[in-house]
């Protein structure tokens, strides 16, 4: 049995001015790997929604998944998911994102994990690149870019 895919999410929001960005850092068999994008004009629901199908997009069928976040809000996405399901009780807002990660959590078996930042932690790492992208994308709009390599390996995972 492989290891499963180590994923660290945050997210972060200005709710004043709107805007929202995210990052993830990945460890797989393949190396680690990181995304961080960013839009205006978006809720903080939103916001780690998309960074959720971000970091679980590409992850191929039936992969075991770790998913480490601070995020209180990210860690009860796949719980919200799941009770949704069970009373046919659809979120109101942000319908198109919660239906892409419903069907990523189907298609993953994903374990969410409540993480500390604690400084050089990939946890942090990934906090400190969401508060980057949330700040470009203040300025320059939504946009989603992968991490640069020479900046993941100073990303803490061990």
């Known amino acids: 049995m492989s290891a499963p895919?180590?994923?660290?999410?945050?997210?972060?929001?200005?709710?004043?001015?709107?805007v929202g960005g995210w990052a993830f850092?990945?460890?797989?068999?393949?190396?680690?790997?990181?995304?961080?994008?960013?839009?205006?004009?978006?809720?903080?629901?939103r916001a780690g929604l998309a960074?959720?199908?971000?970091?679980?997009?590409?992850?191929?069928?039936?992969?075991?998944?770790?998913?480490?976040?601070?995020?209180?809000?990210?860690?009860?996405v796949p719980?919200?998911?799941a009770a949704a399901e069970a009373s046919e009780d659809p979120p109101a807002?942000?319908?198109d994102l919660w239906a892409s990660v419903s069907t990523e959590l189907r298609r993953l078996k994903v374990t969410a994990r409540r993480?500390?930042?604690?400084?050089?932690?990939?946890?942090?790492?990934?906090?400190?690149?969401?508060?980057?992208?949330r700040d470009r994308a203040k300025d320059k709009g939504a946009f989603k870019a992968p991490?640069?390599?020479?900046?993941?390996?100073k990303a803490g995972v061990a």
């Open 115 to 133: 993480a500390e930042r604690a400084p050089q932690s990939p946890t942090a790492f990934a906090a400190a690149w969401a508060d980057l992208a």
């Open 79 to 81: 719980r919200r998911i």
């Open 25 to 45: 850092v990945r460890a797989d068999a393949g190396g680690v790997s990181g995304a961080a994008g960013g839009e205006r004009q978006i809720d903080l629901e």
């Open 5 to 18: 895919i180590r994923i660290w999410l945050e997210i972060a929001h200005h709710a004043a001015f709107r």
């Open 93 to 95: 807002a942000n319908l």
């Open 51 to 76: 960074g959720l199908l971000a970091a679980l997009r590409d992850v191929s069928a039936g992969a075991s998944v770790e998913l480490f976040t601070a995020s209180p809000d990210l860690l009860a």
């Open 147 to 153: 991490i640069p390599k020479p900046n993941l390996a």
